[in-house]
C-alpha cells in the first residue's frame, strides 16, 4: 500500500521589493515622445486646498449648454442641413457630445437626423462622396 501526500501548492518565487531603480526599457526601447501615460499625481492635500502655479490662478472652460434645449427643440428636422452640417466634422463624422455640448437626449435625435440625411443623399457620408446632381457643397 502506497501512501500519498497531500499535494501542497509550490511556494511562489518571492517578489522583487519596488526600488527607486528605473525600469528597463521594453522590446522597441522608449516610446517617442516620452513616457506617455498618466502624469504623476502632484498635489491633493495642503493648507487651504488652493495652489497658484507661477503665480496664475487656473482658468476651466465654461460647460457648454446644449442649443436645442435652449431653443426648446422638441424634433431635430433631417432636412435641416444646415443645422446638421455644424455637427459634423471636416471629415463628416459626427461629433462628440463632448464638443458640441448637446445633452443625451438631443445627440440621440441628432444622430438618428444626420443618418437619415446621410441615407437620403442631404449629407455626404465622406468628403471624396460625390453627390448626386451636384448636392450638398461643404
Known amino acids: 500500500m502506497t501512501t500519498q501526500q497531500p499535494a501542497s501548492p509550490a511556494p511562489a518565487a518571492p517578489r522583487p521589493t519596488p526600488s527607486g531603480a528605473p525600469r528597463p526599457a521594453g ?6 515622445g516620452g513616457g506617455g501615460g498618466r502624469p504623476p499625481f502632484r498635489g491633493g492635500g495642503g493648507q487651504g486646498g488652493f495652489q497658484r502655479r507661477r503665480g496664475r490662478p487656473r482658468y476651466y472652460a465654461r460647460r457648454k449648454i446644449c442649443t436645442f434645449c435652449v431653443d426648446k427643440v422638441k424634433y431635430i428636422d433631417y432636412k435641416d442641413v ?8 471636416d471629415r463628416y ?4 457630445r463632448r464638443k458640441t455640448g448637446v445633452c443625451s437626449k438631443h445627440q440621440r435625435m441628432l444622430s438618428r437626423a444626420i443618418k437619415r440625411a446621410r441615407i437620403l443623399a442631404l449629407i455626404p457620408f465622406s468628403p471624396d462622396h460625390k453627390m448626386p446632381g451636384g448636392g450638398y457643397a461643404a
Open 27 to 32: 522590446p522597441g526601447g522608449p516610446r517617442p
Open 82 to 89: 444646415g443645422r446638421l452640417r455644424r455637427f459634423i466634422s
Open 93 to 96: 463624422k459626427m461629433e462628440a
